[in-house]
């Protein structure tokens, strides 16, 4: 037996409420969801995960700086705990960015699934690339923890999330122009190759997709970016090695069109057989 797990960058679930998420959900049924850049306070957060996943658990943060961030986090498995945020960090602007559920799977699998949203970051601003390093190094922190509980049998993790950084040039249509920006800089890559090197988490969707240019997840919404296909692939699942190892397949919902859209990211859904 399978389960889902889907991640989305929904970019302010309020407006895509109103593009038609909805529909979306009425037809995907994944048995954890995990979104980023709600942007919304608590009773509209509430409403709307209830419309979306109306027989599901629901999680989630509320950025504290208004209009910012935040993330949730609905699932139709048993949830034995439940945390938020990442230790030592109290800014305000750190908020709303790091949740965490322990779910166990119908065979009674443990599984810690985080749903995560990275700084942004400019590469012109050095506050908010502090910002953003900052959260990363917490969040290394904590990625060792969870490495060390799933090598020594405890429960295996997935991060899912939008992470902001395009690890290598095929996660990015136009790697060479993009170098000296946020998202792309060696500095912030090199993160990633410390998560999928030293910690041990593995890249699941480029593990089952192979060393392709793509597929993306995240279209600027400026030019004509969507309708050829020049993106960035910034969401990701990261999961601990046995986890990742069950791995069936993976989906990423681009719209059809650009008017469909309900968000500039498009959902991952990955299956595993756990």
Same mark, same amino acid.
């Given at each position: 037996m399978t389960i889902t797990i889907t991640t989305s960058n929904v %970019?302010?679930?309020?407006? &895509? *409420?109103r593009k038609g998420i909805a529909h979306w959900a009425d037809t995907h049924t994944p048995n954890v969801w995990c979104m980023q850049e709600v942007r919304a306070p608590q009773p509209d957060v509430d409403r709307i995960l209830n419309r979306l996943a109306p027989s599901s658990e629901h999680m989630n943060e509320v950025c504290r700086i208004k209009g910012r961030a935040g993330v949730a986090l609905t699932t139709d498995l048993p949830v034995t705990a439940r945390r938020y945020g990442l230790p030592g960090l109290d800014d305000d602007v750190d908020t709303g960015r790091w949740i965490e559920a322990d779910v166990t799977t119908? /065979?009674?699998y443990g599984i810690t699934v985080v749903?995560?949203? @990275?700084? &942004?970051g400019n590469a012109d601003d050095p506050v908010k690339m502090t910002q953003k390093y900052r959260f990363l190094d917490a969040m290394v922190?904590?990625?060792?923890?969870?490495?060390? *509980? &799933?090598?020594?049998?405890?429960? /295996?993790?997935v991060l899912c999330g939008d992470f902001n950084i395009a690890h290598t040039p095929l996660d990015i249509k136009n790697a060479k122009a993009n170098e000296k920006h946020a998202g792309f800089l060696p500095q *912030?890559?090199?993160?990633?190759? /410390? =998560?999928l090197g030293e910690l041990e988490f593995v890249d699941v969707m480029r593990d089952l997709a192979g060393d392709i240019q793509g597929p993306y997840t995240w =279209?600027?919404?400026?030019?004509? &970016?969507?309708? %050829? %296909? @020049?993106? =960035?692939?910034?969401?990701? /699942?990261?999961?601990?090695? *046995?986890l990742a190892e069950t791995a069936r397949g993976f989906v990423i919902d681009k719209a059809p069109t650009y008017d469909a859209r309900w968000s500039d990211h498009a959902p991952l859904s990955i299956d595993y057989d756990v």
């Open positions: %970019n302010g679930i309020r407006a &895509a *409420e119908p /065979q009674g749903c995560v949203y @990275v700084h &942004a922190t904590r990625m060792r923890e969870l490495r060390d *509980e &799933a090598a020594h049998g405890g429960k /295996q993790s *912030e890559r090199a993160y990633v190759d /410390q =998560w =279209w600027s919404q400026r030019g004509r &970016a969507f309708d %050829n %296909n @020049v993106g =960035w692939r910034i969401d990701y /699942q990261f999961a601990t090695p *046995e």
